[in-house]
């Protein structure tokens, strides 16, 4: 009651209607309405959508968008779009969109037209990534820089390393890609044992500048160029810096010249089309980076008008909330059936879970309805052999987006037609199952019977699209962002701050220093005295 939501007419309504809704099957649904397949579905920008295997009828399509009227969201959508400070506890704008609008549009913050900064700093990217590609950027020594090594953590890192391997297939193959970003030092020494200083560029990311992790990769990296080219002129050839802090940048000694900026109105979850792109630039050329940019923008548009029954972001998004809060489902499983997209479900991790994983609202109240789901999973066929059996028959209900493309980027028959068979046939087993009857008729032994039924029942949506390629890329990312969007308007939490990231990086501060210096303090609980001491010990 407190937040609203529970309290507004449509809640109230959906609540009631969840009673009758959770007796009926998905088999049931398609019993009743054997083209319903064929109904609830959704062409847009060159995706289909196939929402028809859910729980759910007219009514609750109908309640929910009630819900999403009620929650304000074509109001809010439109704010965040026209560069209202949305992101009310930290008085930013929320602009990724303006990250990808085109040359020549508007959008002013401030009384600046942000998309002119926009495409000034993507101009400045296009000309390094070319200089870098053609090889007339050379390293210190006069070498042409072969390997990229991107450090960045977070969204500096995840966006970057996702859209690598997502378009990989486009990528220039002469250059080589590294992304550091654990604080391991492990990380930093695998990325870089096979690689020449002389021929190796670090672009450190981040919009800060100040992050523990990134900033320790990126002093290993100068110490690691210097141990070879013993000159710290040096550090102007390997060296750039994707960031919105330009005074941290010159202190760590590189060139603000080399320097790509952003804004604060650039979420770091919301940052690959911003200069944290500048990876993706140099790998896949500045000519797919475009079309890719493309790609972000169509769904941006889409998102911005279609009205929201038609309106892929906003169905996805309200799909979630029926499931997260009138099903209890705690988890939304992601399963691209696209090798290449092995990094997508991490990269949805970051923006689905720092966004809504919030228990406080915008109004600063403790909620009292459950927030965002935990997002997951791996490319199929892969998951199939290890946590697909728990989805089947486990007791725990786990909605789940299926991604296909109609078109392989490798002539390898049989294995695309496999792939796709495999995806569109666990959609179906989810949805359908297999009946003790049709066990027994195959002949299965009575006392295995009940391992072998599968209820079915399970919720999934399909998502396909021709093939992957940069335009398709931009507009899965989007389509997955606005759904954020959504369902922070619905559940009225911040989707645009982080500070649930603070408290852990402040105590390690803490420990830090209190493990680097003597003698050793024990102001902690047994338990963390106990492991510092066994650390030191
Ligand atoms: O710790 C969380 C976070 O702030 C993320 O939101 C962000 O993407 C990441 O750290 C990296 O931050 P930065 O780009 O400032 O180094």
């Not at 090889?135 to 991107?150: A, C, L, Q, Y």
Request: charged content about 20%; overall charge neutral; proline content about 4%.
């Amino acid at each position: 009651m407190k937040n609203g939501l529970t309290s507004l007419e449509a809640w109230k309504a959906l609540d009631k209607h969840y009673q009758d809704v959770k007796r009926i099957t998905i088999k049931e649904l398609f019993r009743q309405d054997t083209i319903r397949g064929n109904s609830l579905n959704l062409s847009a920008e060159g995706i289909y959508f196939d929402y028809s295997k859910h729980r759910i009828t007219g009514k609750t399509l109908g309640l929910l968008f009630k819900l999403a009227r009620e929650r304000g969201l074509e109001t809010k959508r439109n704010a965040m779009f026209s560069g209202e400070k949305i992101n009310i506890t930290e008085h930013r704008s929320v602009l990724h969109i303006a990250l990808r609008a085109p040359k020549g549009s508007t959008i002013m913050v401030d009384g600046v037209n942000v998309v002119d900064q926009v495409h000034e700093v993507l101009e400045k990217m296009t000309d390094f990534a070319g200089k870098i590609r053609s090889g007339e950027w050379s390293g210190f020594t006069g070498k042409p820089i072969r390997n990229i090594v991107n450090i960045g953590i977070g969204g500096s890192d995840l966006g970057p390393v996702m859209a690598y391997e997502a378009l990989k297939h486009y990528s220039k193959r002469e250059l080589t890609f590294r992304f550091v970003s654990n604080i391991d030092g492990s990380d930093f020494a695998e990325a870089v044992h096979d690689l020449n200083p002389e021929e190796t560029l670090f672009i450190v990311a981040s919009k800060t500048f100040t992050t523990l992790e990134t900033m320790t990769n990126a002093h290993t990296a100068r110490s690691w160029t210097l141990n070879k080219l013993s000159d710290e002129a040096a550090i102007g050839r390997h060296f750039v810096a994707l960031s919105t802090n330009e005074k941290e940048v010159a202190k760590f000694g590189i060139d603000t010249k080399n320097m790509f900026g952003f804004w604060d109105w650039v979420g770091g979850r919301y940052s690959m089309t911003s200069a944290i792109g500048l990876s993706t630039m140099i790998a896949i050329g500045p000519e797919h980076y475009y079309e890719m940019l493309a790609g972000f923008h169509k769904m941006d548009e889409h998102f911005r008008t279609a009205p929201l029954e038609k309106n892929i972001p906003v169905i996805m998004a309200l799909l979630n909330v029926w499931y997260n809060n009138f099903f209890n489902a705690q988890t939304q499983a992601v399963l691209p059936y696209e090798n290449y997209l092995k990094r997508f479900p991490a990269y949805l991790q970051q923006m689905t879970m720092e966004s809504t994983g919030k228990y406080i609202t915008l109004d600063g109240q403790k909620v009292d309805y459950q927030t965002g789901p935990v997002y997951w999973g791996e490319p199929g066929t892969n998951g199939q052999h290890s946590f697909y059996q728990l989805i089947h028959q486990g007791t725990k209900l786990i909605p789940c987006d299926f991604i296909g493309f109609k078109e392989s980027l490798h002539n390898l028959p049989p294995h695309q037609d496999y792939l796709m068979a495999n995806m569109i046939a666990q959609g179906e087993a989810l949805a359908f199952g297999k009946t003790a009857e049709d066990v027994r008729n195959e002949g299965v032994d009575e006392k295995l019977i009940p391992h072998k039924v599968f209820e079915g029942n399970r919720p999934s949506s399909t998502f396909f699209l021709d093939k992957l390629s940069p335009v398709n890329l931009g507009k899965l990312v989007a389509m997955y962002e606005h759904s954020v969007f959504v369902q922070g308007v619905i559940w009225n939490v911040n989707p645009f701050d982080q500070m649930g990231v603070e408290l852990g990086k402040v105590l390690a501060q803490n420990i830090i220093s209190e493990i680097q210096q003597e003698p050793k303090p024990a102001r902690h609980d047994s338990s963390t005295n106990a492991l510092i001491h066994f650390y030191l010990k």
